[in-house]
């Protein structure tokens, strides 16, 4: 799977002018419509725009994906798979020192990302189990996992 949706989300404008290129220009008088007392958009003039969304013209969108896309590739995708094998080697790591079920590890592997890969004091008491020492040796090893360059 490629990482679209977060390229996507880094470059929002171009994402919200690929959109806007094919609703400005209904809205800017192309439909006529009213709304309902309940709120409902009510077109008053569907025979003139049935065209519009039957065979919609969706070059600039297709272009818009397909360099999306690309970005995705170039840029992205490698970010992904770094982080991947580096999530995947923490988790091995942590397993040789500790072994917890796999819902546990995944939540302290989450925590230790969002936290820079320290366990932050306000979660520790959700891994009660795992001693300083061992919380110390975990915090490496996801660090080291990370910074690998294997």
């Not at 989300?9 to 309902?36: H, I, K, Q």
């Not at 519009?52 to 970005?71: G, H, I, M, N, S």
């Not at 840029?75 to 040789?96: C, H, Q, S, T, V």
């Amino acid at each position: 799977m490629l990482p679209v949706s977060a390229t996507m989300l880094r470059r929002m404008p171009d994402y919200d002018a690929a959109l806007e290129r094919y609703s400005r220009p209904l809205m800017m008088g192309w439909v006529a419509y009213t709304l309902d007392s309940e709120g409902t958009m009510m077109i008053i003039n569907p025979d003139q725009v049935e065209g519009y969304y039957r065979f919609p013209d969706l070059t600039p969108q297709a272009e818009y994906l397909a360099k999306t896309v690309a970005l995705s590739i170039r840029e992205d995708f490698a970010e992904e798979l770094r982080f991947l094998r580096g999530y995947d080697a923490a988790r091995k790591n942590i397993r040789e020192i500790i072994d917890m079920p796999d819902r546990n590890l995944d939540l302290l592997l989450r925590l230790l990302h969002q936290n820079g890969g320290k366990l932050a004091k306000a979660k520790r008491h959700k891994f009660a189990e795992v001693s300083d020492e061992e919380l110390e040796r975990i915090e490496k090893a996801f660090s080291e996992s990370f910074h690998d360059d294997r």
